[in-house]
Nanobody, 124 residues
Framework: VQLQASGGGLVQPGGSLRLSCAAS????????IGWFRQAPGKEREWVSC????????YYTNSVKGRFTISRDNAKNTVYLQMNSLRPEDTAVYYC??????????????????WGRGTEVTVSS
């Protein structure tokens, strides 16, 4: 039972990346899937999440209008499309799964399955 995040890399400011979060050993569509990021020397920060039933998506203010979260249940994968990337988006990005209620979507402790991170570097 695991989650695997992928798709990170080095990109110039203004560029785009698409992160993937693939699950094995369990079905993603029963869970809220969240994306978090952690920059060097900073705490882990919630970025976005998508609901398990209706696919409702939520975003932290700093990424609204630039990032889009989506899920493909047939592929058991959740994506984070990141556009107009900025240097401050540089971080290791993690995906996580949990039976999360809306009031706790920003809490890392609300998610009980975590994948290894994928590193995103935005730099010229």
């Amino acid at each position: 039972v695991q989650l695997q995040a992928s798709g990170g890399g080095l990109v110039q400011p203004g560029g785009s990346l698409r992160l993937s979060c693939a699950a094995s050993g369990f079905t993603l569509d029963y869970y809220v899937i969240g994306w978090f990021r952690q920059a060097p020397g900073k705490e882990r920060e919630w970025v976005s999440c998508i609901g398990s039933r209706d696919g409702t998506s939520y975003y932290t203010n700093s990424v609204k209008g630039r990032f889009t979260i989506s899920r493909d249940n047939a592929k058991n994968t959740v994506y984070l499309q990141m556009n107009s990337l900025r240097p401050e988006d540089t971080a290791v990005y993690y995906c996580a799964a949990g039976q999360v209620i809306v009031t706790t979507i920003r809490w890392p402790s609300a998610y009980h399955k975590w994948g290894r991170g994928t590193e995103v570097t935005v730099s010229s």
